[in-house]
């Protein structure tokens, strides 16, 4: 038959397809086709008993077609049919931590319940203890005495403590797979309920979203008319979950746009458990881009200026977004009602102590030193308005002193008018206090933009520094990377410190430049040329000043790497008695940074001593030039003011002159810097989320090469990895087994070729997000300093239990326990007091703590005893992942399911590794080099 719809309801009746492909669906009245999943030519079709329920029905494609069979199906066509079934039945995905089973295994008892299920396509299972339930539904429970069950690598059991399952041969018999068909019928019809239910969820959640949007839209809208608001700003498909809209608002006030995070959290977005909560607020901010950490809310937090924080209620972990509304002031944004409440003692009081702060990204393009001051300035405008009136009121108070000097010596001192003295001095005393007041208020007004700036601008510096490509890091040395970017904050501290109040000083002193005219016009003529002369003065200094400053931070940025690097290697120069070339290569570098540092202190010195220096000349120049002018043509009272406005206005322009150096001054700290402002991260571009990996890798014709005129390390390298398989990587140095490490961590790009997970171009994935599901241990891996919790469980929201999983699996449980603090023994930089073995465990142990999908071990295993290499061997042959594996010892890649032998960058041979031996090729002369 071909091209009709076959339903599939006789359990006694096998068809097979014998030409094309044919989809399986459901089948309900008045409803569209539910599709389960498509068989190909060769494969087999059996009935289900979908009592009261949906039709389970075959249709044919184009050119296809089925026919029934009457002999009984080999057991590799029932497994692929039991693997398509229980792939359709599943309510979802094989939990990460199920424990692989293989046929013919006996899996031990355990105290605790676990999850098992398998990599093959199909094996047949027996309870031996205890019970099981499949899909872990107490309805579909396997106990002692039932015949064998088939699982697939899409179904599992979950066993109750102390149950027991093993490996057991396929049973005959038409009747083996009655109960199978039975179970599946009952999963099939939960399954196919819950899909209607779910999109029944769906359409409903999408009225409610558009509701929402449509609100939210109309307040966005009206929110500029209401003092002290922002508008907010979110995606326009963005999720309708309270704690995305949460999120969204506090990151408005920021200047962010959230972006939805995957569907596939949409699920857990509504729960209100900590763990859960923590893992979704990670989730949104890494689908934004958006840098985060956890905070803690003590005392009066309210009454500071924290910026805006996501907080919980106590009550119900409900989300809320708290606002600043001024620097003592907060206010509470409910995402669901939108309604605005200020923080007080009360609602404080009803507010969870956990809190989430919020870092802004720099724009996701090179960025220019203006990109920086605007990204720096943002949220300022306030402070930036109160430090120019400030500055503008200080600035024409300062024309009193002057005014009133001209007043005293020209009419109160003359006409002795005692009582006018006193007048004058109150105002003098009054604009004294009035410019201390207005000088204060412009120094917290800085205070403040410096301390948003330093927030805002090195939280965004670690942010893009630690999102850049791998090649970049090959530029520059570690301590000379380190001065690069902490140069970004020197900058920042040299403008809104010193620089900002000389500039502002110099700029507000036009006040008395307009006075001198008025004064005496050719004495403000005089005292022009002496300060342009004193600016010119200071301007050739501070362009050699550049110069030296330019050439001193290239040598800091040298000595730090070396420093660095000698201090790392300290064992090996012991190792090799060259301690001396150690020392000297380090004072070569030192004097000559000394000397560069002695000649710019030099310069600083007659820099200050010139600015000591000029006041006094330019006044005896004044002095000189009044005893030219003809007798009278000034009074006493309006030369000792235009003298008094003189120095202000010198000392001013001079502060000017200062604050214009110190900005030159930075300029070789910006150039410095610049490679990493101008870099562009590896999350640049519309990269998607990869989802749920499976572990499926494809290799398709990769050739690389690390520079343009370097011969290619690897050369049309094609492989195809299936999730489960244990795939290892052989062959002598330099044959590209690293690199091809490095591709597949997206750490390198191909220069032709491409690398597929799951059928998804790597190229257009979210890098991060590909990482965050493997587990990888690099050869020249190292442990960082901390508690050995610390370097299992990184910065995964995980358990100490989890760590202790993690260990045990590693062989590393015995070593910690042995240790008198156990997970809490501190170790230094590097793991120097652990021996090679365990360093190894540790990383180990970090690489399987997130049960990940995905393994990369490059000479993981290359310093541990037979005995915990046969223990780690044994962990990874039951996790449910893909692993690839680079090693030279035989014992570590035996059980490989294939092994590929890479000779000057191309696979010279594939295959097992009894099939390899009996080759008798180039892995044949590894391993009987191993073996003799």
């Given at each position: 038959?071909?091209?009709?719809?076959?339903?599939?309801?006789?359990?006694?009746?096998?068809?097979?397809?014998?030409?094309?492909?044919?989809?399986?669906f459901?089948?309900?009245?008045?409803?569209?086709l539910?599709?389960?999943f498509r068989?190909?030519?060769?494969?087999?079709?059996l009935?289900?008993?979908?009592?009261?329920?949906?039709?389970l029905?075959?249709?044919?494609?184009?050119?296809?077609?089925?026919e029934?069979?009457t002999?009984?199906?080999?057991?590799?066509?029932?497994?692929?049919?039991?693997?398509?079934?229980?792939?359709?039945?599943a309510p979802?995905?094989?939990?990460?931590?199920?424990?692989?089973?293989?046929?013919?295994?006996?899996?031990?008892?355990?105290?605790?319940?676990?999850?098992?299920?398998?990599?093959?396509?199909?094996?047949w299972?027996?309870?031996?203890?205890?019970?099981?339930?499949?899909f872990?539904?107490?309805?579909?429970?396997?106990?002692?005495?039932?015949?064998?069950?088939?699982?697939?690598?899409?179904?599992?059991?979950?066993?109750?403590?102390?149950?027991?399952?093993?490996?057991?041969a396929?049973?005959?018999?038409?009747?083996?797979?009655d109960?199978?068909?039975?179970?599946?019928?009952?999963?099939?019809?939960a399954?196919?309920?819950?899909?209607?239910?779910?999109?029944?969820?769906?359409?409903?959640?999408?009225?409610?979203?558009?509701?929402r949007?449509?609100d939210?839209s109309?307040?966005?809208?009206?929110?500029?008319?209401?003092?002290?608001?922002?508008?907010?700003?979110?995606d326009?498909?963005?999720?309708?979950?309270?704690?995305?809209?949460?999120?969204s608002?506090v990151?408005?006030?920021?200047?962010?746009?959230?972006?939805?995070?995957?569907?596939?959290?949409?699920?857990?977005?509504?729960?209100?458990?900590?763990?859960?909560?923590?893992?979704?607020?990670?989730?949104?901010?890494?689908?934004?881009?958006?840098?985060?950490?956890?905070?803690t809310?003590?005392?009066?937090?309210?009454?500071?200026?924290?910026?805006?924080?996501?907080?919980?209620?106590?009550?119900?972990?409900?989300?809320?977004?708290?606002?600043p509304?001024?620097?003592?002031?907060?206010?509470?944004?409910?995402?669901?009602?939108?309604?605005?409440t200020?923080?007080?003692?009360?609602?404080?009081?009803?507010?969870?102590?956990?809190?989430?702060?919020?870092?802004?990204?720099?724009?996701?393009?090179a960025?220019?030193a203006?990109?920086?001051?605007?990204?720096?300035?943002l949220?300022?405008?306030q402070?930036?308005?109160?430090?120019?009136?400030?500055?503008?009121?200080?600035?024409?108070?300062?024309?009193?002193?002057?005014?009133f000097?001209?007043?005293?010596?020209?009419?109160?001192?003359?006409?002795s008018?005692a009582?006018?003295?006193?007048?004058l001095?109150?105002?003098?005393?009054?604009?004294?206090?009035?410019?201390v007041?207005?000088t204060?208020?412009r120094?917290?007004?800085v205070?403040?933009?410096e301390?948003?700036?330093?927030?805002?601008?090195?939280?965004?510096?670690?942010?893009?520094?630690?999102?850049?490509?791998?090649?970049?890091?090959?530029?520059?040395?570690?301590?000379?990377?380190?001065?690069?970017?902490?140069?970004i904050?020197r900058?920042?501290?040299?403008?809104?410190?010193?620089?900002?109040?000389?500039?502002?000083?110099?700029?507000?002193?036009?006040?008395n430049?307009?006075?001198?005219?008025?004064?005496?016009w050719?004495?403000?003529?005089?005292?022009?040329g002496?300060?342009?002369i004193?600016?010119?003065v200071?301007?050739l200094i501070?362009?050699?000043?550049?110069?030296?400053?330019?050439?001193?931070?290239?040598?800091?940025?040298?000595?730090?790497?070396?420093?660095?690097?000698?201090?790392?290697?300290i064992?090996?120069?012991?190792?090799?008695?060259?301690?001396?070339?150690?020392?000297?290569?380090?004072?070569?570098?030192?004097?000559?940074?000394?000397?560069?540092?002695?000649?710019?202190?030099?310069?600083?010195?007659?820099?200050?001593?010139?600015q000591?220096?000029?006041?006094?000349?330019?006044?005896?120049?004044?002095?000189y030039?009044?005893?030219?002018?003809?007798?009278?043509?000034?009074?006493?009272?309006?030369?000792?003011?235009?003298?008094?406005?003189?120095?202000?206005?010198?000392?001013?322009?001079?502060?000017?002159?200062?604050?214009?150096?110190?900005?030159?001054?930075?300029?070789?700290?910006?150039?410095?810097?610049?490679?990493?402002?101008?870099?562009?991260?590896?999350?640049?571009?519309n990269?998607?989320?990869?989802?749920?990996?499976?572990?499926?890798?494809?290799?398709?014709?990769?050739?690389?090469?690390?520079?343009?005129?370097?011969?290619?390390?690897?050369?049309?390298?094609?492989?195809?990895?299936?999730?489960g398989?244990?795939?290892?990587?052989?062959?002598?140095?330099?044959?590209?087994?690293?690199?091809?490490?490095?591709?597949?961590?997206?750490?390198?790009?191909?220069e032709?070729?491409?690398?597929?997970?799951?059928?998804?171009?790597?190229?257009?994935?979210d890098?991060?997000?590909?990482?965050?599901?493997?587990?990888?241990v690099?050869?020249?891996?190292?442990?960082s300093?901390?508690?050995?919790?610390?370097n299992?469980?990184?910065?995964?929201?995980?358990?100490?239990d989890?760590?202790?999983?993690?260990?045990?699996?590693?062989?590393?449980?015995?070593d910690?326990?042995a240790?008198?603090?156990?997970?809490?023994?501190?170790?230094?930089?590097?793991?120097?007091?652990?021996?090679?073995?365990?360093?190894?465990?540790?990383?180990?142990?970090?690489?399987?703590?997130?049960?990940?999908r995905?393994?990369?071990?490059?000479?993981?295993?290359?310093?541990?005893?037979?005995?915990?290499?046969?223990?780690?061997?044994?962990?990874?042959?039951?996790?449910?992942?893909?692993?690839?594996v680079?090693?030279?010892?035989?014992?570590?890649?035996?059980?490989?399911?294939?092994?590929?032998?890479?000779?000057?960058?191309?696979?010279?041979?594939?295959?097992t590794y009894?099939?390899?031996?009996?080759?008798?090729?180039?892995?044949?002369?590894?391993?009987?080099?191993q073996?003799a």
């Amino acid at each position: 038959m071909s091209c009709a719809r076959v339903t599939l309801s006789d359990p006694l009746v096998c068809f097979k397809v014998t030409a094309g492909k044919v989809d399986v669906f459901l089948a309900s009245p008045g409803s569209a086709l539910a599709f389960l999943f498509r068989a190909e030519a060769g494969e087999v079709l059996l009935g289900l008993p979908m009592e009261g329920g949906p039709d389970l029905v075959a249709v044919p494609g184009p050119e296809s077609s089925l026919e029934a069979v009457t002999e009984c199906p080999a057991d590799i066509a029932i497994g692929l049919w039991c693997q398509r079934v229980s792939a359709a039945a599943a309510p979802h995905d094989v939990p990460r931590n199920a424990t692989v089973m293989r046929s013919g295994w006996t899996l031990p008892v355990s105290e605790h319940p676990s999850i098992v299920s398998t990599v093959e396509e199909c094996i047949w299972v027996r309870q031996t203890e205890g019970s099981s339930f499949l899909f872990g539904k107490d309805s579909l429970c396997l106990a002692v005495g039932d015949s064998p069950f088939p699982i697939t690598r899409s179904s599992w059991l979950e066993l109750a403590p102390n149950a027991c399952v093993e490996g057991a041969a396929a049973p005959t018999g038409a009747e083996r797979l009655d109960r199978f068909r039975q179970v599946m019928a009952v999963c099939l019809l939960a399954r196919h309920t819950a899909d209607r239910i779910a999109e029944q969820d769906r359409l409903t959640s999408r009225t409610l979203a558009d509701a929402r949007m449509l609100d939210f839209s109309l307040r966005n809208i009206t929110t500029p008319l209401q003092s002290g608001s922002a508008p907010l700003f979110a995606d326009a498909n963005a999720s309708s979950e309270p704690l995305f809209w949460a999120i969204s608002a506090v990151c408005a006030n920021l200047g962010l746009k959230m972006v939805s995070p995957p569907s596939s959290l949409s699920g857990k977005m509504t729960s209100r458990k900590v763990d859960v909560i923590r893992e979704n607020v990670a989730a949104i901010a890494r689908s934004s881009g958006v840098s985060h950490r956890q905070v803690t809310m003590t005392g009066e937090w309210w009454k500071g200026d924290a910026g805006p924080i996501l907080g919980f209620r106590n009550i119900d972990n409900s989300p809320v977004a708290i606002l600043p509304v001024s620097p003592v002031r907060y206010v509470v944004f409910d995402p669901i009602t939108h309604v605005r409440t200020p923080v007080d003692d009360a609602l404080s009081t009803s507010m969870s102590g956990l809190g989430y702060v919020f870092y802004r990204p720099f724009p996701t393009k090179a960025l220019t030193a203006v990109d920086l001051l605007k990204f720096g300035f943002l949220g300022c405008r306030q402070d930036a308005r109160v430090v120019l009136l400030a500055g503008l009121a200080a600035g024409a108070l300062g024309m009193l002193t002057p005014l009133f000097t001209r007043v005293l010596y020209n009419t109160i001192i003359p006409e002795s008018r005692a009582k006018d003295l006193y007048q004058l001095a109150a105002f003098l005393t009054a604009s004294t206090i009035a410019g201390v007041l207005f000088t204060l208020a412009r120094g917290y007004a800085v205070l403040r933009v410096e301390n948003r700036m330093n927030s805002a601008i090195q939280a965004a510096v670690w942010d893009r520094l630690l999102g850049l490509p791998a090649p970049f890091f090959r530029r520059f040395s570690s301590g000379d990377l380190s001065l690069r970017s902490m140069g970004i904050d020197r900058i920042r501290a040299a403008i809104t410190s010193s620089a900002l109040n000389a500039l502002l000083s110099g700029m507000f002193s036009i006040f008395n430049f307009v006075l001198l005219f008025w004064f005496s016009w050719r004495l403000a003529m005089v005292a022009t040329g002496l300060t342009a002369i004193s600016v010119s003065v200071l301007l050739l200094i501070s362009r050699t000043e550049v110069g030296l400053k330019r050439s001193l931070s290239a040598q800091e940025g040298k000595l730090n790497g070396l420093t660095l690097e000698i201090l790392r290697g300290i064992s090996k120069f012991r190792v090799a008695g060259a301690e001396g070339r150690a020392f000297s290569n380090w004072s070569r570098a030192f004097a000559e940074q000394q000397s560069l540092a002695a000649r710019s202190r030099s310069l600083s010195i007659r820099f200050a001593s010139f600015q000591a220096a000029f006041p006094v000349f330019a006044s005896i120049a004044l002095f000189y030039t009044m005893s030219l002018a003809d007798k009278g043509s000034i009074s006493t009272g309006e030369y000792l003011a235009f003298s008094v406005s003189f120095t202000q206005f010198l000392m001013a322009t001079l502060q000017l002159a200062t604050g214009v150096i110190a900005i030159a001054g930075v300029l070789p700290l910006y150039e410095r810097a610049r490679p990493i402002l101008e870099a562009l991260p590896e999350s640049a571009g519309n990269r998607r989320d990869p989802g749920d990996l499976t572990g499926r890798i494809e290799i398709s014709h990769i050739a690389f090469r690390y520079k343009e005129s370097a011969p290619q390390v690897l050369k049309d390298v094609c492989i195809k990895l299936e999730p489960g398989q244990f795939v290892a990587f052989v062959g002598g140095s330099g044959c590209g087994k690293s690199t091809l490490f490095r591709l597949l961590l997206g750490f390198e790009a191909p220069e032709s070729g491409r690398l597929y997970f799951d059928n998804q171009d790597l190229a257009d994935l979210d890098l991060p997000a590909v990482r965050r599901q493997m587990g990888v241990v690099l050869q020249n891996a190292r442990l960082s300093a901390g508690s050995i919790l610390s370097n299992i469980l990184g910065s995964a929201a995980l358990t100490i239990d989890d760590a202790w999983h993690a260990a045990t699996m590693a062989g590393l449980d015995g070593d910690i326990k042995a240790l008198p603090m156990g997970m809490h023994t501190m170790i230094s930089d590097g793991g120097g007091t652990l021996s090679g073995g365990q360093r190894q465990r540790i990383l180990i142990a970090r690489a399987l703590v997130r049960k990940p999908r995905i393994l990369l071990f490059d000479e993981a295993t290359s310093a541990l005893d037979n005995r915990t290499q046969a223990i780690v061997s044994e962990s990874l042959e039951r996790l449910r992942c893909t692993r690839v594996v680079i090693a030279h010892r035989l014992s570590t890649i035996r059980k490989a399911d294939l092994i590929c032998y890479l000779d000057k960058g191309v696979i010279a041979e594939a295959g097992t590794y009894e099939e390899l031996l009996a080759k008798g090729g180039l892995f044949a002369q590894l391993a009987r080099r191993q073996i003799a």
